[in-house]
């Protein structure tokens, strides 16, 4: 079962880098969003060590909604996902599968997304680099969590990306509540702990045993 | 289902009744002495708050019934309460604006329940959208029950995570001591009791009359799909 899902996430990963090339266009995306930030904002120095924890925050809410607008693509123009519905495997481990593959592309824009943000912002905090991206992944798990559901709950809609912004921002509100509380005492007081950090946890424990559940209901023919 | 639809005229009626009864209670309830006639806004947007919390609920009802038995009516019953939830949510966030402006001296503030209560106007807005998004009718009454459980699990969270965030709204005024602060008392609590039965009562005349309104329209799609293909 572990190995299936690891396969499904491979999958989608290495296709991902033979021609869908999402990684790329969320990274440039990213770098792009950046950048109309320090244009509408242009904080000075201290200004911009505040805003770090909400930019990153932000950056990385859109970029995944990107990707995850596309999670479901290449199955839905392929016919693939009746395939994929058809593989001896429970529900649940197609829908770890695809949210692994998700969370491993989001992870690598977010590697690269964290120096190039403390570059162009120039915020010199270089060190809490490790417990900043910590602080991603555990919220990107969630997110995409959330999302990957989302993404099969709006495939066959009409105006399914506008409708998967419309449903994932309002509930993903705590997670990125807790996210930037958490961020800004990492940036504060240099530790990673205390109760945001716990709802962060708890977010992403529901999500992650709910999410199946849910994606079983969605896809059932 | 037909009985219900029967039932709703009854219902209208009473309702319109019951209005008549708690305007008159909340017009010759006295004013506050701090706020003034301002506190009249009080009989509705209590209500109405209330209401768009339950509406919720029941809506998360109906989504598990619809999940488990797979039966229409409560398909349609989801489809139907979406909408009057997110009106009582509206009537909510702009009745608490309007008093907000002379008694806080803003229109809105980032504080909890404005943050909960606008939440849940969007979750109510997105099963709307959702619903109305998807062609496929099975498809699309399982993805709305879903997402309507999913948005029951998060407004906990949403909102235990905006209190810790922030907190300026007054506590609630139902239920309680008064020596935790300022509750409503004496001639306040009538009108308040007589507008909430009111409002819940128009909360279920209106799912009630929406259901209608969705059973007739698509049991005109399913006739026209059948005369298209006889045609």
Sequence with gaps: MLKAIYRLAWKDVLADFRHRSTFSSMLFFSVAVLLVFQAAFEPNGQEAQRLVPGLLWTTVLFTTLMGLGRVFQSEEENGAFEGLLLTPLPRGAIFFGKWLGNLVLSLMVMIMLIPLTLIL???????????????????????????????AMTQTARSRETLLALLLLPLVAPLLIAGVQAMTEVINTGTLGGPWLNLLLIFDAIYLSLAPWGFGWLVEE | MKRLIAMNRWLGWLTLILLAVSLWLVFNAPIDYQQGNSVRILYIHVPSAKMALFVYLALTVFSIW???KKSETADILVEASAPVGAAFALVTLASGSIWGKPMWGTWWAWDARLTSMLVLLILYMGIIAIRNGIDDPVKGARATAVLAIFGAVD????????????????????????????????????PLLWMSLTFFLLGAYLILLKARETQGRRTLEHLEAQRRTHV
């Design chain 1, 121 to 151: 912002f120039n915020v010199n905090i270089w060190i809490h680099i490790p417990m900043l991206l910590a602080l991603l992944l555990l919220g990107t798990m969630g997110l995409t969590a959330l999302g990957v559901l989302l993404a």
């Design chain 2, 66 to 68: 619809y999940l488990w």
């Design chain 2, 155 to 190: 407004l906990p969270i949403i909102h235990f995570s905006v209190v810790w965030w922030r907190t300026l709204h007054q506590p609630p005024s139902f239920g309680k001591t008064a020596s935790a602060g300022p509750a409503i008392t004496g001639p306040l609590l009538p």
